[in-house]
């Protein structure tokens, strides 16, 4: 993260606005400081599903700085339901933090039978996509524009496990407001591309 | 002599009983003009499509139709409070418990029925099914059955909390649904206490699915000016679900008619009464226009008709030959969110009981105890009698676990303990009474047609060279022909079965049965029945079954009944036929009853072969005048057939597989099946039966399951996951027979169709385990899939180069 | 299993084509075979607004020789691959791979392209693609371009086609004669995806060693993965029993697949070691 | 009804015009609009074949196929393999070997097997179970229906000869 631990976990503190850095969440409604109403949408390859459901806050650890989220929604066929668990936790590294986060997806009904195979993936791309969006929003607060990707996700080569730590590269793409795979590895790849040449990325 | 020769033209021109007729009813299929339930197009029809609930164990917190209701052709939208008025958002189970039709407050298993859309075609009711929107707030859910009866478990069905019975005996757990016993517990485990060996085992029958290739279905036609009801359906039992319909309905039997038409296959799955079948008559009734509601073949393996989910516990005790004394099977039974298993009343864990097997067993001791969990409910009989499978497989599989512990080979320790052919018929010690049986001849010619030594030799090489080769061993008895109505009877009903025949004056015949054929071929096999019975050509034999309106009351076809009760029936109704045409003929030629002998397809005079009438003559004359006085004109009967005990086929089957331990891939290498199923009606359609059987068997050993996840997610309702296997991995099957008919049965015979599920499953598992009992292995749990074939070399240490 | 309604175009060329995908942008689907997408859109969890259907466009047909490279038109059909004389004498790894995907009414239906642009984890061509060093063509509003398989499968369904653009042809370097090849696939059933696989090309040097190996894993991870490291590690080797051994641990170790039905994250990890060992034997006995 | 499309396409030789949406998927449109029944719906996903029908020389699966995209097309379904009173080769064999149970799966098998036998006109079993296996029988093991194919191809051949 392009700016202190301190200063990263600060930016944390806007517990609605972090909730909005899950992946594809839009909050429609703000319950208290921790419940919110919102939508989730998921894009995986030509598959998109949308939930209806809660975002909580469930747990915020200004020692530890760590922020944990869960989203428990219905698709909008009615056929599945998703739940999200994204723990985010800040580590110092200097004048610059690192962002370490798991994320724990489950699904049921039509997506669990059909699903099984890409959900490890897909929480891994929550996992990035939180990340991106997190950097992004660390940076539009003033921080310093964030540096190229790391190695871990740049190289291009396939996304780590569900549970694996993610730096991510800052990128208006990788910011979207929706899970979309393309959109993400894409922007990973235009980064590594630009790394490749000795660029950073604007 | 040219005479026999003659005689032997006229028989064949019958073809009657034993003779491999090709079927009536080919046909219209092989034209692509059979009439499945999804064939069938009324004026006016709407089509249903049903809301499904993605958790397992939920509240629902509120329904909203409102999106639903504007979407372009959506007609209306069913919830449960809608069938509450008219009493039908409840109905009864067979296995003597309530389900709820459309889920009221609750849903208990996931895929559960919440709503039904009714619209003018299936596009519009599906997108008026996601239209819906329902609220749901999570429960807490068990899926394993050994937890369902713990302290703190979430109670299931609030909606019987306070019942303390449901179908069987007093309830000690909200869910626990019943517990069943027979035999001598004492005297088995005094044996036991004092028993040179004795064997333990934890056996499990997967939960599977039948997964007939046409899901269920219906089109319920109610008519507001008659007041008739007519319900056309996929279901193997079409007189017992008119009863059920009418007892929920409040609607006359008598306006109900149900007609079965072609079914693409049942396997068990279409005996019980489902929600769709239901909701869809109160639709038409509402509408007051056709409904039709075929399920998805998603929704048909997530919530109709499955079987098993047995967890047994199998004990043998023995004397150091091998001779088995005593037995001690328990099962906890998974019977998901309700209690809707097809059972007789008094026997709620089917014919668990047959689980002695071919073997003389002195002692023995069984109990089973059905749980309910949040799983869709069932508990079909998969192509057997009601948990036959179950019980077959636990005690072919502890035989064989009995032999490794004493050493004994596997074909000989069978041996010791058949049951012998002067011991029949046999009362086994549950007090089922084997009516016929010969086992030692039909296990020695299997054993030599595989060359079984040279096997065992074969086996022992590669062993000495690290490779897997397994040879699995089945000689299983079934129990078929539910039943007499002494034992057997749903909802009070009797197993009884019925076959009403008329002759018309010129030869022709209809027989009514009470069954309902799915593809094993009734509308040819019965003809050759009363072909024979009647002399006259199976030809001009009209069978008709399966509209309640034409046929007389039966129990339909599921259990391999059909042949040994409703086939039984035909051969009485047939001979009550002849009987009258004797004393016709006797009229005739002026003789006396006893001066006759039948001979194919007439009355001769002893002694006078000239003098004769054949049938077809007698058929005209009994609608003239010419008749004996006092007679009454025409050929008719009608037969009630109530079988005083049920059958008993039996196989010695053999597997031989070739196991990959780097892979766990197996590879059945052979399999020799040696059925008995009695007296043989039509050889072709019994090998056909048999083929299919085996490769069921080989199904269900090797790859069906009904996967969930600790969230009582469903993780393979497509054919995407679900296996049933393609040409390319069904094994070639060689098939072999005795006969051995059955004492009480008018013509011998016993049912075939189930046979080669029941017997193959534990052959395929038997052989399985014994590629790997050089190991120590005594057990290994179906489907014997690589992955867990491998994960088994891998617990060997053997899984690597 | 209906899919929601949505617009249909059946462009009769490529530009045409083009033009419509430019139009509709992320509303529009392509169709190629559509064993993937529509069973997709039946479940309602795909719901493109406008689906264009390739299938009407006959340039993006044919299987040729041009130089020392085979092009296939990118819908061209599975049973198109399994019938080709052609691929059969040039590249038969392509038809052994083929042969191992789905059934025969699917193979019918489903294209090359088609399998390569879903890029689901589970399609075989994609690791054949790698195997086989193949290159892609793709067409744009801007024009065309050339993109090499390797690195051209990113993550999951995420390849390097740009929006707007349209996979018109594979381009296939002819392998040197007498390089082996095979594609050894781990599956349940007929028409189930890999519990496991392996595409291995094998050039052998007339001492016997390892002159060069390419081994490409399929259904192990979110991607296709190439087994760079067991490339390198077999150059110059001899392929003995330790050597095969060798290469297929490190072809696991860069292995990451989901459990599934198929099997958990170890027995997929173990086959693909299996499936390496399986795969490199075969393309060594038909090496020369 | 939105977007709807005017199809024209030969059925069993036939011309015929069917005003669809772009969704409506063949099997629909053979069974409910054309009064063709005899292509089944066994599972929706495309593993079983039930629904198989021959397009332009192909076999194909009717429940993943649009019919908007058959404009132009032969179809060949199993009502159109009777001809002249005389039923296919394929027809006989199947009943001859007892190649079926339930039926449920049959015109499916018989459309399949007949573009088999145009493209391998004697086919061995492996051959048979090989090009068979995208459809399912759940009734009669395959045994018989391999030696049906196997019967009719000799049939045919001789006819040929």
């Given at each position: ?202 | ?300 393996i997530s919530t109709t008709g499955f079987a098993r989910d047995y967890h047994g516990v199998g004990e043998l005790a023995a004397d150091k030959d091998g001779r088995i004394k005593a037995l001690r099977f328990t ?471 | ?288 | ?161």
């Amino acid at each position: 993260m392009p700016a202190g631990a301190e200063a990263t976990w600060g930016f944390l503190q806007d517990v609605e606005a972090v909730a909005q850095c899950m992946p594809g969440a839009t909050i429609t409604e703000r319950i208290d400081e921790r419940h919110f109403k919102g939508t989730v949408t998921m894009r995986i390859g030509p598959a998109s599903m949308s939930f209806r459901g809660d975002v909580e806050v469930t747990q915020i650890d200004s020692g530890a700085r760590t922020l944990r989220l869960l989203g428990k929604g219905t698709d909008t066929t009615g056929t599945s339901g998703a739940s999200m668990d994204l723990t985010a936790r800040i580590e110092d590294a200097g004048d610059a933090s690192n962002l370490v986060g798991t994320s724990q997806v489950s699904m049921s009904g039509k997506a669990a039978a059909f699903g099984a195979r890409v959900v490890s993936s897909v929480a891994d791309q929550i996992l990035k996509q939180f990340a991106a969006n997190f950097a992004a929003r660390v940076a539009a607060l003033g921080g310093k524009p964030p540096s190229g990707a790391s190695a871990a996700v740049g190289s291009g080569e396939p996304a780590a496990g569900a549970s694996a730590a993610a730096p991510a590269p800052a990128s208006q793409r990788a910011a979207s407001r929706e899970l979309n795979g393309l959109a993400l590895m894409w922007a990973v790849f235009k980064d590594w591309l630009r790394a490749l040449f000795g660029k950073s990325p604007a | 002599m040219p005479d026999s020769v003659e005689i032997r033209e006229r028989e064949a021109k019958l073809q009657g009983m034993g003779c491999s007729r090709k079927r009536k009813e080919d046909a219209r299929f092989i034209r692509g003009q059979g009439s499945y339930v999804d064939d069938i197009k009324l004026p006016g029809m709407l089509f249903g499509a049903m809301v499904r609930s993605p958790y397992a164990h939920a509240r629902i917190k509120s329904i909203n139709k409102q999106k639903a209701l504007a979407v372009p052709g959506v007609v209306a939208v069913l919830v449960a409070d809608d069938l509450k008025p008219v009493n039908l958002a409840w109905m009864p189970t067979l296995g003597g418990d309530v389900q709820a039709v459309l889920a009221d407050q609750k849903v208990c298993f996931q895929y559960q029925e919440v709503a039904f859309v009714i619209a003018s075609d299936r596009y519009a009711a599906a997108d008026g099914a996601e239209a819906v929107e329902v609220d749901y707030e999570e429960l807490p859910v068990i899926v394993d059955p050994h937890k369902a009866m713990d302290k703190d478990a979430p109670i299931i069905r609030e909606d019987i909390a306070d019942k303390t019975e449901v179908g069987h005996g007093p309830r000690t757990h909200p869910n626990h649904i019943f517990t069943w016993e027979a035999g001598d517990k004492a005297a088995t485990d005094a044996v036991f206490a004092k028993a040179p060996v004795t064997v333990r085992e934890e056996i499990l029958n997967p939960r599977v699915h039948p997964c007939p290739l046409e899901t269920c279905g219906c089109v319920a036609s109610f008519s507001k000016p008659t007041g008739q009801l007519t319900v056309y359906m996929t279901s193997q039992a079409p007189h017992l679900v008119r009863t059920v319909v009418s007892m929920l309905s409040g609607i006359a039997e008598s306006k109900i008619r149900i007609v079965g038409g072609d079914i693409g296959g049942g396997f068990g799955n279409k005996v019980p009464v489902y929600p769709g079948y239901v909701v869809s008559i109160v639709a038409s009734i509402v509408t007051g226009v056709p409904i039709k509601w075929i399920e998805s073949r998603i929704d048909n393996i997530s919530t109709t008709g499955f079987a098993r989910d047995y967890h047994g516990v199998g004990e043998l005790a023995a004397d150091k030959d091998g001779r088995i004394k005593a037995l001690r099977f328990t099962a906890l039974a998974d019977h998901g969110a309700f209690n809707s298993h097809v059972s007789a009343t008094k026997l709620p864990a089917g014919l668990f009981s047959i689980c002695t097997g071919s073997y003389d067993i002195p002692t023995a001791y069984c109990r089973v105890d059905a749980v309910y969990t949040n799983k869709a409910p069932g508990g079909v009989a998969y192509r057997c009698s009601l948990r036959v499978t179950e019980a077959v497989y636990l005690i072919e599989r502890m035989i064989d676990v009995l032999a490794q512990k004493t050493g004994i080979d596997k074909a000989e320790i069978r041996r010791r303990n058949f049951v012998k052919a002067e011991q029949f018929p046999y009362t086994t010690a549950f007090g089922w009474t084997l009516d016929s049986g010969n086992y030692h001849p039909a296990l020695e010619r299997t054993l030599k047609a595989v060359d079984y030594e040279g096997l065992r030799r074969e086996q022992a090489a590669k062993r000495a060279k690290g490779e897997l080769m397994g040879i699995g061993i089945s000689t299983f008895t079934e129990i078929v022909g539910a039943g007499p109505t002494k034992v057997c009877d749903i909802l009070g009903i009797g197993l009884f079965d019925s076959c009403e025949i008329r002759v018309h004056p010129t030869g022709s015949v209809i027989a009514r049965l009470g069954t309902m054929s799915q593809g094993q071929g009734h509308a040819t096999t019965y003809a050759q029945i009363i072909a024979t019975e009647l002399g006259l050509p199976s030809e001009d034999i009209q069978i008709e079954e399966g509209d309640t309106d034409k046929a007389p009351y039966g129990a339909g076809t599921w259990g391999s009944r059909s042949t040994p009760v409703a086939g039984a029936a035909a051969a009485r109704a047939a001979r009550k036929i002849k009987d009258k045409a004797r004393k016709i003929a006797a009229h005739l030629l002026e003789v006396g009853e006893g001066d006759l002998e039948w001979e194919v397809d007439r009355f001769k005079v002893k002694g006078n072969p000239s003098e004769a009438k054949t049938m077809k003559e007698i058929c005209m004359v009994s609608h003239t005048g010419n008749i004996p006085a006092g007679m009454e004109q025409g050929l008719n009967s009608v037969e009630y057939y109530d079988p005083p005990n049920l059958t008993f086929p039996f196989g010695a089957y053999v597997c031989v597989v070739d196991v990959d331990r780097f892979t766990g891939e197996i590879k059945v290498r052979r399999f020799y099946a040696l059925d008995d199923c009695g007296t043989r009606i039509n050889p072709m359609i019994i090998e056909g039966q048999i083929h299919g059987g085996l490769t069921e068997a080989f199904a269900v050993a090797m790859g069906q399951a009904v996967p969930f996840d600790e969230n009582g997610n469903h993780l393979g309702n497509s054919l995407m996951d679900y296996f049933l296997p393609t040409a390319v991995e069904t094994p070639k099957w060689e098939t072999d027979f005795t006969v051995t008919p059955s004492p009480h049965h008018p013509i011998g015979a016993k049912g075939v169709a189930e046979s080669p599920h029941v017997g193959g499953i534990p052959c395929f598992s038997n052989a399985v385990v014994d590629a790997f009992a050089h190991l120590g292995v005594t057990h290994m749990d179906m489907p014997h899939t690589s992955f867990r074939v491998w994960q088994q070399c891998k617990a060997l240490g053997i899984h690597e180069r | 299993m209906i899919p929601r309604p949505f617009e249909y175009h059946a462009p009769a060329n490529l530009p045409d084509a083009l033009s419509l995908l430019n139009r509709y942008g992320d509303e529009a689907k392509l169709l190629a075979g559509g064993h993937s997408l529509l069973p997709m859109m039946k479940l309602r969890f795909a719901a493109p607004g406008h689906l264009i259907d390739l299938g009407k466009i006959g340039e993006l047909k044919g299987i040729k020789q041009v130089g020392n490279e085979i092009r296939i038109g990118s819908m061209t059909t599975e049973n198109e691959l399994i019938w080709s004389k052609l691929l059969a004498e040039k590249v038969p790894l392509l038809v052994e791979g083929a042969r191992l995907i789905s059934d025969p009414q699917v193979r019918y239906k489903g294209t090359i392209g088609g399998d390569i642009s879903h890029a689901d984890p589970g399609n075989d061509h994609p690791a054949l693609m790698l195997a086989l060093d193949a290159a892609f063509v793709l067409r744009g509003a801007k024009g065309e371009r050339v993109a090499p398989a390797n690195g051209y499968f990113m993550g999951l369904y995420a390849t390097g086609i740009e929006p707007g653009e349209i996979m018109t042809q594979i381009r296939i370097p002819i392998p040197a004669a007498g390089t082996g090849w095979c594609y050894a696939k781990l599956k349940r059933k007929t028409g189930d995806f890999a519990a496991a696989a392996a595409a291995v090309m094998l050039r052998i040097k007339g001492g016997g060693t390892v002159e060069d190996a390419r081994i490409a894993l399929t259904n192990l991870g979110p991607t296709p993965l190439k087994a760079r490291a067991a490339e390198d590690y077999l150059r110059g080797k001899t392929l003995d029993d330790a050597a095969v051994a060798e290469a297929a641990r490190l072809a696991m170790s860069i292995c990451e697949p989901s459990g599934d039905q198929r099997g958990d994250v170890e027995y997929k990890t173990a086959m693909a070691g299996e499936m390496t060992r399986r795969a490199l034997r075969t393309a060594l006995s038909r090496a020369s | 009804m939105a977007n709807t499309h005017k199809v024209a396409f030969k059925l069993n030789g036939k011309p015929v015009e069917v005003v669809v949406e772009a969704r409506e998927l063949l099997i629909h449109t053979l069974r409910e609009k054309l009064q063709h029944t005899g292509p089944h719906i066994g599972c929706e996903t495309s593993h079983c074949g039930a629904c198989t029908v021959d397009i332009d020389n192909m076999s194909v699966k009717s429940c993943t196929q649009l019919t908007v995209q058959c404009e132009g097309s032969e179809v060949l379904t199993i009502e159109g393999f009777e001809q002249g009173g005389h039923m296919h080769a394929l027809q006989e064999a199947f009943t001859q070997e007892h190649a079926l149970q339930c039926g449920y799966c049959t015109p499916g098998m018989i459309t399949r097997a007949y573009r088999l036998l145009q493209e391998i006109p004697n086919p061995t079993e492996e051959e048979i179970r090989y090009w068979m296996a995208g459809n399912l029988c759940r009734c009669t093991g395959y045994q018989n229906i391999v030696k049906a194919v196997q019967s009719a191809a000799g049939k045919l051949a001789a006819k040929a000869a």
